[in-house]
């Protein structure tokens, strides 16, 4: 189930790689862009397709549990690719957030 359309309504349960386009500067002065991708869960969806939607992905690196809240329509973002859906009941999942969360979730069907 990989998608990698700006169409997609990007859901809370949603494991997404997003890659985000990074502009750095050596020694010499000399920009170079790169593509840093960040992979983890969708925890919370705000303002749907629109202009000023965002979503906010968070992941556990190194142990540490990292977030990062994403525009959508950023010309920074090069795109996201939607890698599997889990079956959730709510529309914010910072219960994720919760280091004694134990729960498993089940991954939806496709078809």
């Known amino acids: 189930m990989t998608e990698t ?8 349960g949603m494991v997404v790689k997003v890659h985000q386009k990074i502009k ?3 020694t010499k002065g000399e920009e170079k862009e ?20 965002t979503i906010t992905v968070r992941k556990i690196a190194s142990g540490v549990g990292v977030e990062k809240i ?3 329509h950023s010309p920074a973002i090069d795109k996201i690719e939607v890698v599997k859906q889990y ?7 910072h219960f994720l957030r919760d280091p004694e969360f134990k729960r ?3 991954e939806k069907k496709t078809k």
């Open 5 to 12: 359309t700006t169409a997609t309504a990007y859901k809370p």
């Open 24 to 26: 750095e500067t050596n």
């Open 34 to 53: 790169r593509v840093q991708i960040f992979e983890g869960i969708i925890i919370a969806a705000k303002h749907g397709q629109e202009s000023g939607g």
């Open 70 to 72: 994403f525009p959508i």
């Open 87 to 93: 079956e959730v009941s709510r529309a914010k999942l």
């Open 104 to 106: 498993k979730m089940k």
